[in-house]
T-cell receptor, first 113, second 112 residues
């Protein structure tokens, strides 16, 4: 399976600010996914990031709030904009690996005060 | 109603016990079923992957899918303290390049 790293691993931010989360994969992948895991809740897909095209957002998530970049086949960023305490979550990226299953990065733990 | 229902636990068992974790779902289009294990402060790790109905065994772990009942299970035999984690079921209608629908996760604690 691909090796996925995320930066930062955790952060504490003030409301109204923005944070950009990086996801790096050790091999080229077609699609990358961004999920959110709120406390006590299941993982929810935010958007799918394709290289060379606009990200596709799930219902309830918008580009202005969660802009995504995908400059190449090994890297993506997710920005959480104008943060509020409700954005406190774990943010995870994933890629499709062998067996066509999804493999996840270690996550970024975000606390918004 | 959520698409995937999973009892959040926590579930506490003694070392060596057989653990049964379960999920139910409502979408009959789901064809691919997965179990992920998530240790504290880590990302989910793929544990088992099953296509359609049936059983799959891997060491101490057995995954079962009953599509007629829309019910999936993960059994852990001879549970160890190192199995203490949150177990997430996940499923999708088509393989690979489609979103996963997750259960809320069941916290398992195996005590010596």
């Amino acid at each position: 399976s691909a090796v996925i790293s995320q930066k930062p691993s955790r952060d504490i931010c003030q409301r109204g600010t923005s944070l950009t989360i990086q996801c790096q994969v050790d091999s080229q992948v077609t699609m990358m996914f961004w999920y959110r895991q709120q406390p006590g809740q299941s993982l929810t897909l935010i958007a799918t990031a394709n290289q060379g095209s606009e990200a596709t957002y799930e219902s309830g998530f918008v580009i202005d709030k969660f802009p995504i970049s995908r400059p190449n086949l090994t890297f993506s960023t997710l920005t959480v904009s104008n943060m509020s305490p409700e954005d406190s979550s774990i943010y995870l990226c994933s890629v499709v690996g062998s067996q066509e299953t999804q493999y996840f990065g270690p996550g970024t733990r975000l606390l918004v005060l | 109603q959520k698409e995937v229902e999973q009892d959040p636990g926590p579930l506490s068992v003694p070392e060596g016990a057989i653990v049964s974790l379960n999920c139910t779902y409502s979408n009959s289009a789901f064809q691919y079923f997965m179990w992920y294990r998530q240790y504290s402060r880590k990302g989910p790790e793929l544990l088992m992957y099953t296509y359609s109905s049936g059983n799959k065994e891997d060491g101490r772990f057995t995954a079962q899918v009953d599509k007629s009942s829309k019910y999936i299970s993960l059994f852990i035999r001879d549970s160890q303290p190192s199995d203490s984690a949150t177990y997430l079921c996940a499923m999708q209608a088509s393989g690979g390049y489609n979103k996963l629908i997750f259960g809320a996760g069941t916290r398992l604690a195996v005590h010596p």
